[in-house]
């Protein structure tokens, strides 16, 4: 084999032109960006033809509608096998637990504010808090044409509980200052904070009925409602009982004295609830009677019963209400 | 850059040891870098000696002033190789861990911090998750970073090992006085040294004067053939110039004395270290892929968070919740786990080879490997055995291999040949049985070891005379008595061409006749076939004086000859070559049927090269094309480049260590991946600017071990065909993890859309994505490496737009599987969800109140009312049960991933480690949901058992979508339309 020399070697140089000028001339960014949108030599959109396009579109609408079938199947077949009424997994058992929560209204408006704010002599800025108050107990006025709903309602008391499939009634027109003719007092600086129990299926409480093993740190003033209705009427002992009070010490001065309507807790005879048809929540009225304004005060209002844990950071058997009238 | 000439003078200025002021020490090392890829353009061995001893201003008795040498050495700096600026360790490890999606988790920690000092700045008992989050999430970026520093960090050793190669004292004449303790350091241009046998040249050195002085120049050629030396005429290339020897070279036999021409970085030896130790190994087709990966991924990421933090935020979604799901999006995107998977991988198969004795240095390579298109070999200790061996012998009229000799043991031709080889050959056999001394003297040795005992035949034949060989008569003679008859007999040996001019007669079988101008031509012949095919041929010739002329007592005088030197008898020839080892022909003709073009890069002769090429079928035709380093040193690389094109079998002979490194770049720049492998000094450079730097074990010098990527440790050149099958295999696997680990992708992004979408409480939190990625996703995606290879991967052509990670692969994974287990998940977070009474429909729409600390009493299907912190704990209930349907759906998809193309029944559960992953994933799911602990800290539940099965029909549809599929591309239905769509 002869090595030729190839320093300046014309022809190699020819060929090698000629090699390269078969290839294509390398195209630009923009010019390669157009011809994936749309080459127009093979009628490519995208990279694809339209029949390509229209192959694949089927495969996905196929493959997507089996998948969200079995999806729709399996969710189907899942809750037809939940019963309607009641839930699959009941007290202990559901991650709900045993420990009721507290719910107050009205609920401000903010994300993850529990502040009631308005200004005293603003009936613009009450108006706002009374709507509220009023659409949460629309539920709660009966209304005689409502067939149905009003039907299984029973006026219950202490010594009348509910006979079987029929729910207690929650009147609202005997809560004195409470009432939305008073403006739930908002109009006067003082207002009122509805309190109610979580409902939790099955739940019933077990109440502190005797005034002889009360818990220590229950407020003096439910210690001695209690000994005082312990004296009047015993029925009355079962009662999941409610106190409210200020967090700090200049809160509970700020607070001024509390009128609890219509009674000082959740009367026994509203549990369990069994998600009856037409239940209503139990509620107690929270009537601040003297708040001093200007100042934000810091409410916490406690469930009171033997199975009620309290836990202030997980809001356990308590809710925490912030209250500023300007 | 600023435009610098290659003259020596600048060169010189940039090799000074004090910092350029002028450039920042970045831009010096890389401007050396250009100058030493040039070739070394020096007059310096050209000149007469009288002028170059004026420009040095040196004398050539009295050598140098002790004043000027010190004066100079102040100057110029030590005689010895600068090192490279090399990065710290601190410095790749940072760099490691703000690398590809690491800057990304960086951002999610910050958020993840942020968010929690908001927190506790505005409450007064902020919630851990953020701090912990941001905490895990650092100690991911740290985890990620330690595995790819694992991968980047090679410590640079190479200038040690060349500095290894320097002599520590040279003998100097300085002031006319010799001193023979100088400090090789010391040494400066215009020096006069000496060397002697045995010592190391301390520099690069023009010959003044010399005696039989042979240095063996392998550091920088690569051929260990001792070359002589001496103040001859200098040819233009100062590599082959007779007249210098190099810095590193050590001087076999004779002496000389010498001047020094350049010193310590600027001679041969020092560009060579200089630019292996400086030269930037491309980044692996591995890396390169993963980093492109990464930075698709990672910008989609972030576009996507953008995107969506921007309308959250335009929709009202407070500050808080944004960062969470921007985080969401960011931790659920990357795939965490790929960098880990690929180093574990790449780390088992390196064990794997390790155990075929093959080192893999830099885990890479192993891949690398797998993707190689072009092996560029050298020669000399790579493909051959670097040991000259006796190949064939020709006796008149016969050429006879060496093997096969035997059977004319007892020709009388023959028998003179071994007494001529014997008494010719000047290697000596040591008392320990070595053989000392030149190559191919001891090859003549080793051949007479195995058919006589040469050491008989010495002792029979007392030794009177030798006249050495030198360059001007090419041939060896000495005088030896005959003990059997007391006859003093001449025996020559040398280049054939002087011999047979000598000869009168020539030895036949039958008895001696006289040679013919015809039987003259006939040896020509012969010499020119051996020659041709690559063999070093001498001949040897004999005469038996008489006992008239030199009686017993008759005393040989070599200065002045006082015997015949001629009229001799012929006896025939050897060729002599370094022969191929075994295994490399099999080993090159399996490399090229699996698609690598074998070329040969060697610093030897073209013609031994081109025989070599032949012989272990780099070259299998007459259209391998051969081109010398001045060839290649005229070619533009336009021309190197069409030629690369043009011939598919090139061998490229002596060529100078840039040259090699010329070949590689040129390779490179046509897209190739490029292994080299070598064993020489020369290498070096070549093997560290290869994608693939392969060195010799047991014959390799230091310096191409310390610079190669993967070590043969017992040069067995086959073992490069495993580690392509191994690198072939690893990235079939390598893509089965990457595919099973962006599996998981899915249905960790869609849950944050879910959650944005329809407002449903968050279907995943981002601790459970972490557990998912870097937990349960780990080992199984790992273990999928050991799968064996589906078909044959030396079977197809090497990889060169074959992707890691395919269009059709993010299919398969994001549009298929990925989305079954994201309903998988769906289904199991609503029927908890459900179980509990939050039923679908009332958990759409939900989201602002369910995350409303704020509202204690959320109403759910069937009236009950939930705290926040009792729903909370319900979420987290949700979210372990989409976590397990993840956890489940991903054993599935371990199955399935295991396989491409062939069936999971064909292939059954043989992977063992497999197995064991999927029984780990499983038990670490259990762990991670039912330790109390644990639960807390990564948001999980001790879910019910009933809940694991709710993926049951989801993983079950997943297995029988795949293997139709897989079915489909089988045989390839529907005109191949699944194989375009997710065959990846």
Same mark, same amino acid.
């Given at each position: 084999m002869t090595v030729k020399k190839r320093t300046s070697d014309l022809t190699s140089l020819e060929r090698f032109n000629m090699y390269y000028r078969e290839k294509e001339p390398p195209l630009t960014g923009s010019q390669k960006v157009k011809r994936f949108i749309w080459n127009p030599k093979t009628r490519q959109f995208c990279g694809r033809t339209g029949s390509s396009w229209s192959k694949i579109a089927l495969f996905y609408f196929i493959f997507y509608s089996a998948l969200a079938i079995l999806v729709a199947i399996c969710m189907w077949t899942f809750l037809q096998l939940l019963d309607a009424r009641q839930p699959k997994w009941q007290l202990e058992r559901s991650i709900i637990g045993t420990n009721p929560g507290l719910g107050f209204r009205p609920t401000p408006p903010e994300v993850a504010s529990s502040v009631i704010w308005y200004k005293g002599n603003d009936p613009g800025s009450q108006q706002f808090w009374v709507k509220k108050l009023s659409t949460f107990l629309a539920a709660y006025?009966?209304? $005689?044409?409502?067939?149905?709903?009003?039907?299984?309602i029973h006026n219950c008391d202490f010594k009348l509980p509910p006979p079987a499939g029929k729910v207690c009634d929650?009147?609202?027109?005997?809560w004195g200052p409470c009432v939305q003719d008073n403006y739930f007092g908002y109009h006067k600086s003082t207002p009122c904070i509805f309190l109610k129990l979580n409902k939790i299926y099955g739940w019933r409480p077990k109440f502190y009925n005797s005034s002889d093993n009360l818990p220590k740190d229950m407020p003096e003033d439910l210690k001695e409602h209690i000994r005082n209705m312990t004296a009047y009427d015993k029925n009355y002992l079962n009662m999941v009982w409610v106190s409210c009070q200020g967090e700090n010490p200049a809160d509970r001065e700020n607070i001024g004295p509390i009128q609890y309507l219509p009674h000082r807790g959740f009367p026994?005879?509203?549990?369990?609830?069994?998600?009856?048809? $037409?239940y209503l929540s139990p509620l107690v009225a929270v009537h601040l009677q003297r708040p001093k304004t200007g100042m934000l005060i810091n409410i916490e209002c406690r469930a009171w019963a033997n199975n009620i844990k309290y836990e202030r950071l997980e809001a356990m058997g308590s809710v925490h209400i912030e209250m500023l009238i300007e | 850059m600023t435009s610098r000439s290659s003259s020596i003078a600048s060169i010189t200025d940039l090799f000074r040891p004090e910092k350029n002021k002028r450039l920042r020490s970045k831009d010096l090392s890389s401007t050396r870098l250009n100058v030493l890829k040039k070739e070394i353009k020096t007059d310096t061995h050209l000149v007469p000696l009288d002028t170059l001893f004026d420009q040095l201003g040196t004398d050539p008795v009295k050598g140098l002033t002790r004043y000027k040498a010190q004066e100079l050495l102040e100057y110029y700096g030590y005689n010895t190789l600068t090192p490279a600026t090399q990065y710290g360790w601190t410095l790749v490890l940072f760099k490691s861990m703000c690398t590809g999606f690491s800057i990304l988790i960086w951002i999610g920690a910050l958020l993840c911090l942020i968010a929690y000092l908001i927190e506790m700045t505005n409450k007064i008992n902020p919630s851990y998750d953020n701090l912990y989050l941001g905490c895990v999430l650092i100690a991911v970026d740290v985890i990620c970073g330690l595995f790819s520093f694992y991968q980047n960090y090679k410590s640079s050793k190479i200038m040690k090992t060349f500095n290894s190669m320097i002599p520590v004292y040279a003998n100097c004449v300085r002031d006319g006085v010799m001193d023979s303790?100088?400090?090789?350091?010391n040494l400066v241009r215009g020096d006069i040294v000496e060397v002697k046998a045995g010592d190391i040249v301390p520099a690069d050195i023009r010959i003044i004067e010399s005696k039989g002085f042979k240095v063996d120049n392998s550091s920088l050629t690569g051929e260990s053939i001792a070359v002589l030396r001496a103040n001859v005429e200098g040819t233009s290339n100062i590599l082959e110039s007779p007249n210098v020897a190099f810095f590193s070279t050590q001087c076999v036999e004779g002496w000389a004395l010498g001047v020094v021409l350049c010193c310590g970085d600027l001679t041969a030896l020092g560009r060579v270290a200089g630019l292996a130790a400086r030269l930037k190994p491309a980044l692996s087709p591995l890396a390169r892929e993963l980093k492109s990966f990464m930075r698709c991924m990672s910008l989609w990421a972030l576009c996507l968070g953008f995107f969506l933090a921007i309308a959250s935020l335009i929709i009202g979604y407070p500050f808080m919740q944004t960062i969470i799901f921007v985080i969401g999006i960011i931790v659920a995107n990357i795939p965490e786990g790929l960098q880990p998977t690929v180093t574990a991988s790449l780390t088992l198969t390196a064990q794997l080879m390790v155990k075929k004795q093959?080192?893999?240095?830099?885990?890479?390579a192993i891949e690398a490997l797998g993707a190689c298109t072009t092996i560029c070999s050298d020669k000399t200790g790579t493909l051959t055995q670097n040991k000259m061996c006796v190949h064939h012998i020709w006796m008149w009229n016969q050429t006879y291999n060496v093997s096969k000799i035997d059977s004319e043991k007892n020709n009388k031709v023959f028998q003179s040949l071994t007494i001529c080889g014997a008494l010719c050959s000047t290697a000596s056999i040591q008392s320990d049985g070595n053989i000392s001394g030149d190559a191919s003297e001891k090859a003549i040795l080793n051949f007479l070891m195995e058919h006589d005992n040469p050491m008989t035949i010495r002792d029979n034949f007392p030794k009177v005379a030798e006249i050495p060989f030198n360059s001007a008569n090419k041939y060896q003679a000495s005088v030896c008595l005959n003990k059997y008859d007391s006859k003093f007999v001449v025996l020559m040996k040398g280049a054939p061409e002087y011999i047979a001019n000598r000869c009168a007669t020539i030895a036949l079988k039958t008895g001696n006749t006289s040679l013919t101008t015809e039987m003259m031509k006939v040896v020509e012949l012969a010499t020119e076939k051996l020659a041709n095919s690559g063999e070093r041929v001498l001949a040897f010739a004999d005469l038996t004086l008489n006992t008239k002329e030199f009686p017993i007592d008759f005393e040989f005088d070599i200065d002045n000859i006082n015997f015949p030197l001629d009229k001799l008898r012929f006896l025939g020839l050897l060729g002599l070559m370094d022969p191929p080892r075994q295994e490399v022909g099999n080993a090159i003709r399996r490399v090229r049927e699996a698609g690598v073009r074998v070329m040969m890069v060697t610093g030897d002769h073209p013609a031994t090269a081109r025989a070599i090429a032949h012989e272990v079928g780099i070259a299998t035709s007459e259209n391998c094309y051969i081109i010398t380093g001045t060839e290649l040193r005229d070619m533009s690389s336009d021309v190197l480049n069409w030629t690369l094109e043009k011939y598919y079998e090139i061998v490229f002979a002596r060529t100078s260590p840039t040259q090699k490194l010329q070949i590689v770049e040129a390779c490179q720049s046509r897209g190739d991946v490029v292994a080299v492998t070598g064993d020489g000094v020369n290498d070096a450079p070549a093997l560290r600017k290869a994608d693939i730097g392969i060195s010799m074990g047991l014959t390799g010098s230091q310096v191409s071990k310390q610079t190669?990527?993967?070590?043969l440790m017992d040069d067995n050149f086959a073992t490069i065909v495993t580690g392509i099958e191994e690198g072939r295999k690893i990235f079939d696997n390598l893509k089965k993890s990457v595919c099973y680990i962006l599996i998981s992708n899915a249905p960790e992004i869609l849950p944050v859309l879910m959650f944005i979408l329809f407002s449903i409480p968050l279907p995943l939190g981002v601790m459970t994505i972490i557990c998912v990625d870097l937990g349960t996703d780990m080992w199984p995606a790992v273990s999928l490496a050991y799968e064996s290879a589906e078909s044959d991967v030396m079977d197809r052509v090497p990889r060169k737009s074959e992707r890691l990670v395919s269009a059709r692969m993010l299919r398969q994974a994001y549009g298929h599987l990925g989305l079954m287990e994201f309903a998988a998940g769906m289904y199991a977070y609503f029927i908890v969800m459900a179980e509990h009474g939050f039923y679908p429909a009332a958990l759409i729409g939900i989201r602002k109140k369910w995350d409303n600390v704020a509202i204690n009493d959320l109403e759910d299907s069937l009236g009950q009312e939930w705290t926040y912190a009792e729903r909370k704990e319900l979420e987290r209930a949700a979210q372990a049960a989409y976590f397990v349907a993840i956890v489940v759906t991903q054993m599935t998809n371990g199955i399935i991933c295991k396989t491409r193309f062939n069936s999971f029944f064909q292939v059954g559960m043989k992977n063992r480690i497999l197995n064991m992953g999927l029984v780990f994933e499983l038990i670490l799911a259990c762990l991670l949901c039912y330790i109390p602990g644990l639960s807390n800290f990564f948001q999980t539940y001790p879910i019910r058992v009933r809940w694991w099965f709710l993926a049951i029909p989801f993983a079950v549809l997943m297995f029988v979508f795949d293997e139709f599929r897989k079915y489909c591309i089988r045989n390839v239905m529907y005109n191949g339309w699944f194989n375009n769509l997710s065959y990846y």
């Amino acid at each position: 084999m002869t090595v030729k020399k190839r320093t300046s070697d014309l022809t190699s140089l020819e060929r090698f032109n000629m090699y390269y000028r078969e290839k294509e001339p390398p195209l630009t960014g923009s010019q390669k960006v157009k011809r994936f949108i749309w080459n127009p030599k093979t009628r490519q959109f995208c990279g694809r033809t339209g029949s390509s396009w229209s192959k694949i579109a089927l495969f996905y609408f196929i493959f997507y509608s089996a998948l969200a079938i079995l999806v729709a199947i399996c969710m189907w077949t899942f809750l037809q096998l939940l019963d309607a009424r009641q839930p699959k997994w009941q007290l202990e058992r559901s991650i709900i637990g045993t420990n009721p929560g507290l719910g107050f209204r009205p609920t401000p408006p903010e994300v993850a504010s529990s502040v009631i704010w308005y200004k005293g002599n603003d009936p613009g800025s009450q108006q706002f808090w009374v709507k509220k108050l009023s659409t949460f107990l629309a539920a709660y006025k009966r209304d $005689g044409k409502k067939a149905g709903a009003g039907q299984n309602i029973h006026n219950c008391d202490f010594k009348l509980p509910p006979p079987a499939g029929k729910v207690c009634d929650v009147d609202i027109s005997a809560w004195g200052p409470c009432v939305q003719d008073n403006y739930f007092g908002y109009h006067k600086s003082t207002p009122c904070i509805f309190l109610k129990l979580n409902k939790i299926y099955g739940w019933r409480p077990k109440f502190y009925n005797s005034s002889d093993n009360l818990p220590k740190d229950m407020p003096e003033d439910l210690k001695e409602h209690i000994r005082n209705m312990t004296a009047y009427d015993k029925n009355y002992l079962n009662m999941v009982w409610v106190s409210c009070q200020g967090e700090n010490p200049a809160d509970r001065e700020n607070i001024g004295p509390i009128q609890y309507l219509p009674h000082r807790g959740f009367p026994g005879y509203y549990f369990p609830y069994t998600n009856q048809e $037409g239940y209503l929540s139990p509620l107690v009225a929270v009537h601040l009677q003297r708040p001093k304004t200007g100042m934000l005060i810091n409410i916490e209002c406690r469930a009171w019963a033997n199975n009620i844990k309290y836990e202030r950071l997980e809001a356990m058997g308590s809710v925490h209400i912030e209250m500023l009238i300007e | 850059m600023t435009s610098r000439s290659s003259s020596i003078a600048s060169i010189t200025d940039l090799f000074r040891p004090e910092k350029n002021k002028r450039l920042r020490s970045k831009d010096l090392s890389s401007t050396r870098l250009n100058v030493l890829k040039k070739e070394i353009k020096t007059d310096t061995h050209l000149v007469p000696l009288d002028t170059l001893f004026d420009q040095l201003g040196t004398d050539p008795v009295k050598g140098l002033t002790r004043y000027k040498a010190q004066e100079l050495l102040e100057y110029y700096g030590y005689n010895t190789l600068t090192p490279a600026t090399q990065y710290g360790w601190t410095l790749v490890l940072f760099k490691s861990m703000c690398t590809g999606f690491s800057i990304l988790i960086w951002i999610g920690a910050l958020l993840c911090l942020i968010a929690y000092l908001i927190e506790m700045t505005n409450k007064i008992n902020p919630s851990y998750d953020n701090l912990y989050l941001g905490c895990v999430l650092i100690a991911v970026d740290v985890i990620c970073g330690l595995f790819s520093f694992y991968q980047n960090y090679k410590s640079s050793k190479i200038m040690k090992t060349f500095n290894s190669m320097i002599p520590v004292y040279a003998n100097c004449v300085r002031d006319g006085v010799m001193d023979s303790e100088t400090p090789v350091r010391n040494l400066v241009r215009g020096d006069i040294v000496e060397v002697k046998a045995g010592d190391i040249v301390p520099a690069d050195i023009r010959i003044i004067e010399s005696k039989g002085f042979k240095v063996d120049n392998s550091s920088l050629t690569g051929e260990s053939i001792a070359v002589l030396r001496a103040n001859v005429e200098g040819t233009s290339n100062i590599l082959e110039s007779p007249n210098v020897a190099f810095f590193s070279t050590q001087c076999v036999e004779g002496w000389a004395l010498g001047v020094v021409l350049c010193c310590g970085d600027l001679t041969a030896l020092g560009r060579v270290a200089g630019l292996a130790a400086r030269l930037k190994p491309a980044l692996s087709p591995l890396a390169r892929e993963l980093k492109s990966f990464m930075r698709c991924m990672s910008l989609w990421a972030l576009c996507l968070g953008f995107f969506l933090a921007i309308a959250s935020l335009i929709i009202g979604y407070p500050f808080m919740q944004t960062i969470i799901f921007v985080i969401g999006i960011i931790v659920a995107n990357i795939p965490e786990g790929l960098q880990p998977t690929v180093t574990a991988s790449l780390t088992l198969t390196a064990q794997l080879m390790v155990k075929k004795q093959c080192l893999v240095k830099n885990l890479d390579a192993i891949e690398a490997l797998g993707a190689c298109t072009t092996i560029c070999s050298d020669k000399t200790g790579t493909l051959t055995q670097n040991k000259m061996c006796v190949h064939h012998i020709w006796m008149w009229n016969q050429t006879y291999n060496v093997s096969k000799i035997d059977s004319e043991k007892n020709n009388k031709v023959f028998q003179s040949l071994t007494i001529c080889g014997a008494l010719c050959s000047t290697a000596s056999i040591q008392s320990d049985g070595n053989i000392s001394g030149d190559a191919s003297e001891k090859a003549i040795l080793n051949f007479l070891m195995e058919h006589d005992n040469p050491m008989t035949i010495r002792d029979n034949f007392p030794k009177v005379a030798e006249i050495p060989f030198n360059s001007a008569n090419k041939y060896q003679a000495s005088v030896c008595l005959n003990k059997y008859d007391s006859k003093f007999v001449v025996l020559m040996k040398g280049a054939p061409e002087y011999i047979a001019n000598r000869c009168a007669t020539i030895a036949l079988k039958t008895g001696n006749t006289s040679l013919t101008t015809e039987m003259m031509k006939v040896v020509e012949l012969a010499t020119e076939k051996l020659a041709n095919s690559g063999e070093r041929v001498l001949a040897f010739a004999d005469l038996t004086l008489n006992t008239k002329e030199f009686p017993i007592d008759f005393e040989f005088d070599i200065d002045n000859i006082n015997f015949p030197l001629d009229k001799l008898r012929f006896l025939g020839l050897l060729g002599l070559m370094d022969p191929p080892r075994q295994e490399v022909g099999n080993a090159i003709r399996r490399v090229r049927e699996a698609g690598v073009r074998v070329m040969m890069v060697t610093g030897d002769h073209p013609a031994t090269a081109r025989a070599i090429a032949h012989e272990v079928g780099i070259a299998t035709s007459e259209n391998c094309y051969i081109i010398t380093g001045t060839e290649l040193r005229d070619m533009s690389s336009d021309v190197l480049n069409w030629t690369l094109e043009k011939y598919y079998e090139i061998v490229f002979a002596r060529t100078s260590p840039t040259q090699k490194l010329q070949i590689v770049e040129a390779c490179q720049s046509r897209g190739d991946v490029v292994a080299v492998t070598g064993d020489g000094v020369n290498d070096a450079p070549a093997l560290r600017k290869a994608d693939i730097g392969i060195s010799m074990g047991l014959t390799g010098s230091q310096v191409s071990k310390q610079t190669a990527d993967i070590v043969l440790m017992d040069d067995n050149f086959a073992t490069i065909v495993t580690g392509i099958e191994e690198g072939r295999k690893i990235f079939d696997n390598l893509k089965k993890s990457v595919c099973y680990i962006l599996i998981s992708n899915a249905p960790e992004i869609l849950p944050v859309l879910m959650f944005i979408l329809f407002s449903i409480p968050l279907p995943l939190g981002v601790m459970t994505i972490i557990c998912v990625d870097l937990g349960t996703d780990m080992w199984p995606a790992v273990s999928l490496a050991y799968e064996s290879a589906e078909s044959d991967v030396m079977d197809r052509v090497p990889r060169k737009s074959e992707r890691l990670v395919s269009a059709r692969m993010l299919r398969q994974a994001y549009g298929h599987l990925g989305l079954m287990e994201f309903a998988a998940g769906m289904y199991a977070y609503f029927i908890v969800m459900a179980e509990h009474g939050f039923y679908p429909a009332a958990l759409i729409g939900i989201r602002k109140k369910w995350d409303n600390v704020a509202i204690n009493d959320l109403e759910d299907s069937l009236g009950q009312e939930w705290t926040y912190a009792e729903r909370k704990e319900l979420e987290r209930a949700a979210q372990a049960a989409y976590f397990v349907a993840i956890v489940v759906t991903q054993m599935t998809n371990g199955i399935i991933c295991k396989t491409r193309f062939n069936s999971f029944f064909q292939v059954g559960m043989k992977n063992r480690i497999l197995n064991m992953g999927l029984v780990f994933e499983l038990i670490l799911a259990c762990l991670l949901c039912y330790i109390p602990g644990l639960s807390n800290f990564f948001q999980t539940y001790p879910i019910r058992v009933r809940w694991w099965f709710l993926a049951i029909p989801f993983a079950v549809l997943m297995f029988v979508f795949d293997e139709f599929r897989k079915y489909c591309i089988r045989n390839v239905m529907y005109n191949g339309w699944f194989n375009n769509l997710s065959y990846y």
